[in-house]
Structures are given as C-alpha cells and as structure tokens.
C-alpha cells in the first residue's frame, strides 16, 4: 500500500513555474515506477510524465517536452515535477501516481497501470 499527497499547486502567470511535489508512504517507494496526469475541467484525465525507478528512465508527454521535467528522490520517498514556460493550457488538477514497475515502457502512459492516487493539486495559469 502507497499513500501519496501532492503540493505545490498554485496560481501563475503565463511563462512562470511552479514545481509540484508528492510525498509518498511505505518504505517500498523505489520499488514503484511514478507518473503525472492531469485532469482540466471538462477533459478526461491524461498523461503528463512518469519515471521509473532504478536508472530513473523518464517519458513525457508531446505537450510538455521540454518544459516540464521529473525527478524522484527514493531517499526522501519523493516524486517533483518542475513545470517551466507554463501556458493557461496546463490549466488543470495535477496527479501523482504510483505503478508497478515490471510493464514494457509504453504502458507507463497509461492511466489503469497506476494503482495508487493522490488527491490532485490545482494547477492554474493566467493568461
């Protein structure tokens, strides 16, 4: 079992950062793969980045290459995703998740993969 609680939340202008974090329980957080996903209003939820554990492979989404990047500390049982050049299209509640890391890597785009949630952190950004 895996409790996660995001931080970090906010409202910004267009082109600010924010940098959100998730705090994980259990002492077996390195043995997870982490993701992002994103919920706008209206939308369904999708992928933003993941990072698996060991050599801590990334994947993004097209939408956020180049401007948003993920990190994971195992020592502090702690996922951060550091948004940069932010758009009022990243406008949403931002997830973090944790999957089992045994799936071929283009199954960490996948939202069923993840099985434990945190409650989401809204993300804002004006225009």
């Known amino acids: 079992q895996v409790q996660l609680v995001e931080s970090g939340g906010g409202l910004v202008q267009a082109g600010g950062s924010l940098r959100l974090s998730c705090a994980a329980s259990?002492?077996?957080?390195?043995?997870?793969?982490m993701g992002w996903f994103r919920q706008a209003p209206g939308k369904e939820r999708e992928f933003v980045a993941a990072i698996r554990r060991g050599l801590g492979v990334t994947y993004y989404a097209d939408s956020v290459k180049g401007r948003f990047t993920i990190s994971r500390d195992n020592a502090k049982n702690t996922v951060s995703l550091q948004m940069n050049t932010l758009k009022p299209e990243d406008t949403a509640v931002y997830y973090c998740a944790a999957a089992s890391d045994y799936y071929p890597n283009s199954d960490y785009y996948i939202e069923t993969r993840y099985s434990y949630w945190g409650q989401g952190t809204q993300v804002t950004v004006s225009s």
């Open positions: 259990g002492h077996t957080f390195s043995s997870y793969a």
